[in-house]
Structures are given as structure tokens and as C-alpha cells.
């Protein structure tokens, strides 16, 4: 974890609500995809935790999805500075992968997968993204995925564009040796029992800290209790305790 | 005594500034982000006689200038305490700490305090019956003095380590619950845990923590706190940790001149994981704007 200040270099509309925001700073904590960052924002008392979706050199770009003040006051950001925890997490195990990994994002879900996808492919994996919207309006960074030369589906619920359905239905028809995943918690179930091999999922929780130091965010698992920012957001498939 | 030492409990303390309890887990976290030896002490992570996962989650809310959590004392129970978290601290802490003490019953609380005076690292027990988050239990001890006292008295038959109370600032008369403490024999007061309460969400209606409700922190509660320090420490004799909201090193001063002999930080760690650190860094500027030499003159200057 280290913690320091980004510049902003711009940012973005994406699609309703949905916001890409590049930054520029030490991003030598990011060791993994899958992991987060935590933002300070003026005026609000806990930070931000937001998924990395891709870093090249000192330049990190996040995608985030406005959701209450903090999101809201970060998308009318222009330039300036921002205090940020870097290299939060355990982030996702790339050496499991196998020769055909398929990665499913849903909504704000689909940003980590970008980083993934761009490292497992330049392990020279065949790589097949799922990414699930509810409707044509709300797709983002499909193109971006197929320059990456990843096979891409997207699926929305009402069928407005792509596969009618959820990611799992896209799913059947792909064939792979491992899955990783994120996105809400319902997909996250459904991504759980449809699929055939080993995975990872990607948790999302209130934090306090988002290093470790609270415990705000535990959950049980069937190798124990684990933080979700510290021992997670990334949870092994035959691990996870499902609750409810 | 140096420019920034104090006592507390006839241990001497390089400087007054403690991590408080649950936020700090039990340091090693923090370590590998700064030489915590810079600490005065700093007080583990609630430890309880059996192991507790805790509330449900959500367990954290936002507030304007604090937050809400309902953690519900997650820890591995004071058997691993002992035999896994000491041992790893041992190796980046070579400061006397500060075990910090919660219960379901009088004898859960002599019990954990009976393991805990064994460890040589633990110099106090910070015995908490403020704890808001669970049921039949933690804060139930600290509103009423005579259970109070009851629990102080059990936990003073087990150890000759200093014990100190903290208490809940949930309570109509905190001086009287400081008073019932010290006349069972505490060896100091720490206080205040968190003020309960509650946010709920406007989207689902509902409240924000599965607990509903839960304990209220950081910098917002610091008058609230600063006022309870300087009530119970112009009516104990023993030595007093002042804590709630403190975040900068003015906050520190201003807490000693209420009467603390020691200040703990809570919810700033989280949000800046530095925190203590950089309070540290600026107490001698702070001191020599104010024309303060020593710290320990000023405990309770505030008349």
C-alpha cells in the first residue's frame, strides 16, 4: 500500500453515470489486476474505494459509477490533485488461468477485467470476455476489449443489444479452463453455479479503511473470516460461503 | 521527562499519542507502513474470552465528518491472540501495548484479563464496557456504575497490571460511572468509546447498517468528547485516556488541557493510515506556537 497524490489528466463520461478517470502518479503499488484504490475526496469523511481497471507507466485509469455525493463530486472534476491508497487487495491469480480463461464483468464489474484481460493475453492466453448491462445505452469499453484482441460478448438483459440475457447465458456457449469475474452480487451467485470449472470472484463491501485495520468489511468464508479489502476483494470459487 | 513523555499508571510513555482500539488492528498492518515504535503505546484490536465473527455486514456508514461502524468485535478469541497476533506484533512493536478488554459476563472480562496479565508485552488492560454493537453485553456494563464497579473490582482480583476503564459516552451521568470505576479500584479512565447511532439510506428506505444501529466516530464527536474528558477528570484522581474524533495535533493539546494524560486516535487511522504519525511529527510545532514546553504540564490546564 502506498499512499500519494494523482494528478488528474481528464475524465470522462462513459455512458450514464459511468465515468472514466485517467490519473497521473506513483503507481508502483499496483502489482496485480483486481486490486483497488481508495480516493480522498474534500468534504467527505472515508474514502472511495474504486477498482483499477488499467495501468500503463504512472498513468492509472479508473471507470466508476456515480452513486451517491462522493461519485457525483468526483465526475465534475476537471484537474487537480487527489490524495490515493494504492495497491489495496489481493487482486486476481493469473497463474490458474489454463489456455482459455473467460472473464465476466457486469456494469462497474467489467473495468478490472481490462487489466486482466490485457495481462492474461500477453501471457499468450486465448482469452473470452463476457460483459452484462441491463440495456444498449448503458455498454462501455466493448471496443476496447476487442483492440485489446480478446473475443468479446456482450449481453444486456432486455435484449437491446448483444445476447438477450445475463452473462450466464453467454457463458454456455464458450468454452474454458477458468473463469474470473465481477460484478453485483446476484450475477456473482449465478456466475457460481453456472459454472463448470475453477474461478474467481471479485467482492464488493462498505469499507472503512480498505487496508485491513477495521473490520468492516468481513465476511465468512469457508477458509475462515477474511476482509474483504485485505484477504479479498478476490475470493477463490471453492472457497466462498454463500449466506443467503 | 522529555518534551513530549508522559505517565500513565506509573509507565512511562516517550510521547502521549495511543492508536485506539479497532482501529489499529493488532499494528502489523501499519508497520509496513511506518516504524510504529514511534507510538507512545497503542491498544489491540477488542479481545474477547471466545472467538467472535462479528455483526452482519453492512457494518460501516458515512457521516458528515465521521462514520458509523457496527463491527461487533470481530477477533479470533484471547487463545489466538495470545499464541498468533502478540507473537507477530512482538516483531515490529518493542513497546509495552495496551490489551484492550470486552465480555459478555463479569467472568468473561476476569477471565481474558487473567490470560492477558500473563503476556509480558501487555502493560495495561483497557477493559471496555462502552462497546455499542453488541447484545447482552459491552455497553450494558458501562451505563449502569454498579456493574461498572463490579466489572472493575473482577478484573483488579486477576491482574496487578494497570486497568483501566473505558467507558460509553451513551449514559446520562459519565462522571458518576468514572467515580463507581475508581472506587472499585480502576487505575485509570479512557473514554469515549462511540456515541451510538444511525444513517439510513433514502434509496431502500432502510438503515445503512444491518445492525441498524451502530457506533458514531471521527472528528464530528470531538467536542462531545473533549467535554466528558474534562467532567471525569476534574472528579477522578486517577489518570485519564482522552479520546473521540481527535485527528491533528492541536486536537492532542486540546485533549490534555481538558485533563487527558494520554490520547488515543480511532477513525483518523482509517481514513489516513498515517495518521498517528503525522500527529507526532507536528506536536513540537504546535507546542512551540502555543508556548507549551512540555506536554505533561499541561494535563488539565484548562481550569
Known amino acids: 500500500m502506498k499512499q500519494s497524490l494523482f494528478e488528474i489528466i481528464d475524465n470522462t463520461r462513459l455512458a450514464p453515470g459511468v465515468y472514466k478517470m485517467r490519473l497521473q502518479g506513483d503507481t508502483s503499488d499496483i502489482t496485480a489486476p483486481g486490486q483497488f484504490v481508495n480516493i480522498q475526496l474534500d468534504g467527505m469523511f472515508l474514502r472511495r474505494p474504486i477498482s483499477v481497471c488499467d495501468v500503463q507507466g504512472d498513468v492509472l485509469t479508473i471507470i466508476y459509477k456515480v452513486v451517491g455525493k462522493g461519485t457525483e463530486a468526483m465526475s465534475k472534476m476537471t484537474g487537480g490533485k487527489l490524495d490515493i491508497l494504492t495497491g489495496l487487495g489481493n487482486g486476481y491469480d493469473l497463474t490458474v488461468a489454463g489456455e482459455k480463461p473467460v472473464l465476466l ?99 464488493e463491501e462498505r469499507m472503512g479503511c480498505g487496508f485491513g485495520a477495521c473490520m468492516g468489511c468481513s465476511c465468512k468464508t469457508l477458509t475462515g ?4 479489502c485485505k484477504d479479498g476483494p478476490v475470493m477463490r470459487k471453492e472457497e466462498i460461503l454463500w449466506e443467503n | 521527562m522529555g518534551k513530549l513523555s508522559v505517565n500513565l499508571c506509573g509507565i512511562e510513555l516517550d510521547n502521549p499519542v495511543i492508536p485506539a482500539s479497532g482501529t489499529f488492528g493488532y499494528g502489523y498492518e501499519f508497520a509496513q507502513l511506518y516504524d510504529i515504535n514511534c507510538l507512545g503505546t497503542f491498544s489491540f484490536k477488542g479481545t474477547t474470552k471466545d472467538p467472535r465473527f462479528g455483526n452482519p455486514t453492512p457494518r460501516i456508514a458515512e457521516c458528515t465528518a465521521g462514520m458509523i461502524n457496527a463491527v461487533g468485535l470481530q477477533n479470533p478469541g484471547v487463545d489466538k491472540v495470545i499464541a498468533e497476533e502478540l507473537p507477530k506484533l512482538k516483531k515490529c512493536f518493542h513497546k509495552p501495548v495496551m490489551a484492550n478488554v470486552s465480555g459478555f459476563a463479569v467472568e468473561d472480562y476476569a477471565y481474558t484479563c487473567e490470560r492477558l496479565d500473563a503476556c509480558e508485552q501487555v502493560s495495561w488492560l483497557e477493559v471496555n464496557v462502552s462497546c455499542p454493537n453488541v447484545h447482552g453485553g459491552g455497553m450494558s456494563f458501562g451505563t449502569d456504575p454498579k456493574a461498572a464497579a463490579e466489572v472493575t473490582a473482577a478484573v483488579k482480583k486477576v491482574t496487578k497490571k494497570p486497568v483501566i476503564l473505558k467507558l460509553s459516552p451513551n449514559v446520562t451521568d459519565i462522571v458518576s460511572i ?23 439510506d433514502l434509496k431502500n428506505k432502510k438503515p445503512v447498517i444491518a445492525n441498524k444501529m451502530g457506533g458514531f466516530s471521527g472528528s464530528a464527536i470531538f467536542p462531545v468528547a473533549v467535554r466528558m474528558v474534562y467532567q471525569v477528570a476534574n472528579a477522578v484522581k486517577v489518570p485519564v485516556i482522552g479520546m473521540g474524533g481527535v485527528s491533528c495535533a492541536e486536537d492532542v493539546v486540546e485533549m490534555m488541557l481538558a485533563g487527558a494524560t494520554a490520547v488515543e486516535v ?11 504519525r503525522d500527529i507526532l511529527a507536528d506536536l513540537p510545532r504546535v507546542m512551540d506556537k502555543y508556548g507549551i514546553n512540555t506536554l505533561s504540564e499541561i494535563i488539565g490546564g484548562a481550569k
Not at chain 1, 151 to 170: C, E, H, M, N
Open chain 2, 266 to 276: 480511532g477513525a483518523a487511522n482509517l481514513v489516513n493510515p498515517y495518521a498517528c
Open chain 2, 178 to 200: 468514572a467515580k463507581a470505576c475508581e472506587d472499585a479500584g480502576a487505575d485509570g479512565i479512557s473514554l469515549i468509546n462511540t456515541l451510538l447511532g444511525m444513517r439510513i
Open chain 1, 105 to 203: 464483468g457486469g456494469g462497474v464489474g467489467v473495468p478490472p477485467m481490462y487489466l486482466l484481460a490485457k495481462q492474461l493475453l500477453a501471457q499468450g492466453k486465448k482469452v473470452t470476455v463476457i460483459l452484462g448491462f441491463n440495456k444498449a445505452e448503458e455498454v462501455f469499453y466493448e471496443a476496447e476489449f476487442k483492440a485489446l484482441g480478446c473475443q468479446v460478448l456482450v449481453t444486456t438483459v432486455d435484449g437491446s443489444y448483444g445476447i438477450k440475457g445475463f452473462v450466464t447465458d453467454a457463458l454456455k456457449e464458450v468454452e474454458y479452463t477458468h473463469f474470473y469475474t465481477c460484478g453485483p452480487e446476484p450475477m456473482l451467485k449465478a456466475v457460481y453455479r453456472a459454472s463448470t470449472t475453477s474461478g474467481q470472484m471479485s467482492f
Open chain 1, 225 to 228: 473470516y477474511k476482509r474483504i
